[in-house]
């Protein structure tokens, strides 16, 4: 056992039974049994491991961009808004924390509050090993969709960007809640559905994917980001007509954004750069498990989780809020 946790058993506390600990890291659930949950699994350690390597300044800038994202998908008015919060809770969990990025973020902010960083990829083990000076910060490796978390523990589940890539959602939605402490809240971000013909075109892919292998995804991840590019720099923007059949929305639009939302994601931000970019289209085209859903369906997700709906963020990438545990 690590020093960290000897000076800290509450972290052990809060999980059914022992577990064991392997490199800093505790581990609820070593993989999937499920076919498509194993791929993407699989398909984020590769990306992670991949991204922890890569530029260093660029990634600091993707995860300030995340930060800034965040306060906005949760409706905090600034990151001090966010630390009071914070402060307020005992025990919080990041829900699929990849690089654990975030949970460091909370664990600075609130040093008094025990953060727990889960994520199914051997993105646990990095972000456990790049973080391991922080006394209030534990990762596990373990599923979102069953924690081996005991009932009503948590008082602050953050699980954003996250919660489509597993097997199944309204499942893992209702297994967070359990964990959750009556009248304490689920920060959730779901992937919104998009015009038909983009649909169309994802859900084809979906079922391809596993098919295919890692490096050919890589190879059209970057064909896509310079796609995005070219796009970008033709500086042009249209006057769309509404399609609504198709869920086409008018309006002035740039002509890359208009193929990204409505056609063929191709994503490309100068800022964050290259290889941030070339990233994110990988981790939309190669996990098996990537859900998208309307505003009607995740209203009814939230109220089979146990969740009070109240009005959440929506953008054409997502809905997401956060939601209180009825008591």
Known sequence: MSEKMRTNPKFTDLFIGDLPLISGV????????????????????????????????EQQRLFEFQKEWYLSLYNFSSENDLKKYLEQQEVV??????????????????????????????????????YAGTPNLMFVKGDIANTK???????????????HHTE???????ELSR????????AVYVYAKKAL?????????????????????????????????????????LDIPDIPLLGIKGGEMDIQRFVYWNFIKCFWNEE????TSISTNYDWYAPSNADRYS???????????GLLVRPFHTEEACHSGRFIKGL
């Open 179 to 186: 964990i959750l402490q009556p009248n304490k809240e689920l």
């Open 295 to 305: 505003k009607k369906e995740f209203t009814k997700m939230l109220e089979k989780a």
């Open 197 to 237: 013909p983009r649909e169309l075109l994802d859900e084809h892919f979906r079922e391809k994917t596993k098919d295919i292998p890692s490096e050919a995804m890589w190879e059209m991840s970057e064909q896509l980001t310079e796609l995005g590019k070219k796009l970008s720099e033709l500086n042009i923007s």
């Open 26 to 57: 505790l581990i609820a659930s070593e993989d999937s049994t499920q076919e498509n949950q194993s791929q993407t699994n699989s398909i984020f350690s590769d990306k992670w491991v991949k991204y922890s390597k890569e530029d260093q300044d």
């Open 93 to 130: 969990l990041d829900a699929g924390c990849g690089l654990g990025y975030k949970a460091k973020w909370f664990a600075d902010l609130s040093p008094n509050t025990l953060v727990i960083g889960m994520d199914y990829s051997d993105a646990a083990f990095v972000a456990s090993k790049n």
């Open 168 to 174: 199944d959602p309204q499942e893992t939605m209702i």
């Open 149 to 163: 978390i005991k009932d009503s523990v948590i008082s602050y589940v953050s699980c954003d960007q996250v919660i």
């Open 272 to 275: 964050l750069g290259r290889e």
